[in-house]
Protein backbone atom coordinates (compact mmCIF):
# COMPACT_ATOMS: atom_id res chain seq x y z
CA UNK A 1 0.00 0.00 0.00
CA UNK A 2 1.21 3.51 -0.40
CA UNK A 3 2.02 5.71 1.80
CA UNK A 4 1.29 9.28 1.41
CA UNK A 5 2.11 12.56 3.14
CA UNK A 6 0.84 15.83 2.35
CA UNK A 7 2.43 19.48 3.31
CA UNK A 8 1.93 23.09 1.91
CA UNK A 9 -1.07 23.85 4.47
CA UNK A 10 -1.16 27.02 6.11
CA UNK A 11 -2.98 30.19 6.79
CA UNK A 12 -3.45 32.84 4.39
CA UNK A 13 -5.82 35.64 3.57
CA UNK A 14 -8.63 35.27 1.42
CA UNK A 15 -7.10 35.89 -2.51
CA UNK A 16 -4.03 34.57 -1.84
CA UNK A 17 -2.27 31.35 -3.01
CA UNK A 18 -0.82 28.00 -1.37
CA UNK A 19 1.03 25.16 -3.06
CA UNK A 20 -0.10 21.44 -1.32
CA UNK A 21 2.40 18.73 -1.78
CA UNK A 22 1.45 15.01 -2.06
CA UNK A 23 4.42 12.87 -1.86
CA UNK A 24 4.05 8.76 -2.21
CA UNK A 25 6.39 5.88 -1.55
CA UNK A 26 6.56 2.68 -3.65
CA UNK A 27 6.93 1.96 -7.04
CA UNK A 28 3.30 2.20 -8.15
CA UNK A 29 2.56 5.83 -7.81
CA UNK A 30 3.48 6.72 -10.98
CA UNK A 31 0.61 4.24 -12.23
CA UNK A 32 -2.03 5.40 -9.72
CA UNK A 33 -4.78 7.82 -9.77
CA UNK A 34 -4.52 10.43 -6.95
CA UNK A 35 -7.00 12.65 -5.33
CA UNK A 36 -7.25 15.99 -3.09
CA UNK A 37 -9.81 15.57 -0.71
CA UNK A 38 -11.23 18.39 1.84
CA UNK A 39 -12.80 17.88 4.77
CA UNK A 40 -14.56 21.17 6.92
CA UNK A 41 -15.56 20.95 10.51
CA UNK A 42 -18.93 19.47 10.07
CA UNK A 43 -19.19 18.64 6.54
CA UNK A 44 -18.53 15.35 4.60
CA UNK A 45 -15.27 15.20 2.93
CA UNK A 46 -15.52 16.00 -0.58
CA UNK A 47 -13.13 15.55 -3.76
CA UNK A 48 -11.42 18.55 -4.84
CA UNK A 49 -8.95 17.69 -7.99
CA UNK A 50 -7.64 14.50 -8.80
CA UNK A 51 -5.17 13.50 -11.70
CA UNK A 52 -4.75 10.00 -13.36
CA UNK A 53 -1.68 8.23 -14.46
CA UNK A 54 -1.86 9.49 -17.87
CA UNK A 55 -2.45 13.20 -16.81
CA UNK A 56 -5.84 13.17 -16.95
CA UNK A 57 -7.80 15.41 -14.41
CA UNK A 58 -11.21 16.69 -12.69
CA UNK A 59 -12.11 19.42 -10.89
CA UNK A 60 -15.30 20.29 -8.56
CA UNK A 61 -17.11 23.37 -9.33
CA UNK A 62 -16.85 25.36 -6.83
CA UNK A 63 -12.72 25.42 -7.41
CA UNK A 64 -12.58 24.98 -11.72
CA UNK A 65 -10.27 28.15 -12.41
CA UNK A 66 -9.12 28.75 -9.28
CA UNK A 67 -7.03 25.06 -8.19
CA UNK A 68 -4.57 23.17 -10.51
CA UNK A 69 -3.46 19.22 -10.16
CA UNK A 70 -0.08 18.29 -11.80
CA UNK A 71 2.23 15.70 -10.89
CA UNK A 72 5.63 14.92 -10.77
CA UNK A 73 6.41 11.06 -11.42
CA UNK A 74 9.84 11.08 -11.19
CA UNK A 75 9.49 12.81 -7.54
CA UNK A 76 6.55 10.31 -6.66
CA UNK A 77 4.91 14.33 -6.41
CA UNK A 78 1.06 15.31 -6.81
CA UNK A 79 0.60 18.91 -6.11
CA UNK A 80 -2.11 21.31 -5.95
CA UNK A 81 -1.61 24.91 -6.81
CA UNK A 82 -4.62 27.17 -4.80
CA UNK A 83 -5.33 30.61 -6.05
CA UNK A 84 -7.86 33.22 -4.89
CA UNK A 85 -8.31 31.50 -1.72
CA UNK A 86 -11.78 32.11 -0.39
CA UNK A 87 -12.69 31.42 3.63
CA UNK A 88 -14.85 28.62 2.11
CA UNK A 89 -11.67 26.74 1.35
CA UNK A 90 -11.14 26.19 4.86
CA UNK A 91 -10.84 22.45 5.81
CA UNK A 92 -8.03 19.97 6.43
CA UNK A 93 -6.84 18.98 2.73
CA UNK A 94 -6.25 15.14 2.32
CA UNK A 95 -4.33 13.35 -1.23
CA UNK A 96 -5.36 9.78 -1.52
CA UNK A 97 -4.52 7.15 -4.45
CA UNK A 98 -6.58 4.09 -6.32
CA UNK A 99 -5.92 2.37 -9.22
CA UNK A 100 -8.90 3.01 -11.21
CA UNK A 101 -9.72 6.22 -13.63
CA UNK A 102 -13.13 6.49 -13.54
CA UNK A 103 -15.62 8.74 -10.68
CA UNK A 104 -11.84 10.05 -10.04
CA UNK A 105 -13.63 13.10 -7.45
CA UNK A 106 -15.31 10.56 -5.51
CA UNK A 107 -14.03 9.00 -2.39
CA UNK A 108 -15.00 5.20 -3.49
CA UNK A 109 -12.02 2.88 -4.23
CA UNK A 110 -9.53 5.23 -2.62
CA UNK A 111 -7.38 3.08 -0.40
CA UNK A 112 -3.96 5.06 0.62
CA UNK A 113 -4.47 8.06 2.31
CA UNK A 114 -2.27 10.70 4.02
CA UNK A 115 -2.90 12.38 7.71
CA UNK A 116 -4.07 15.58 5.61
CA UNK A 117 -2.77 19.25 6.13
CA UNK A 118 -4.82 22.75 7.24
CA UNK A 119 -5.88 25.09 5.18
CA UNK A 120 -7.13 28.04 6.80
CA UNK A 121 -8.14 31.46 4.42
CA UNK A 122 -9.04 34.18 6.50
CA UNK A 123 -11.50 36.85 5.60
Known amino acids: QVQLVESGGGLVQAGGSLKLSCVGS????????VGWFRQAPGKEREGVAA???????AYADSVKGRFTISRDNAENTVFLEMNSLKPEDTAIYYC?????????????????WGQGTQVTVSS
Open 51 to 57: ITWIRMT
Open 26 to 33: GDTFGSET
Open 96 to 112: ATKRTVSQILRTDDYKS
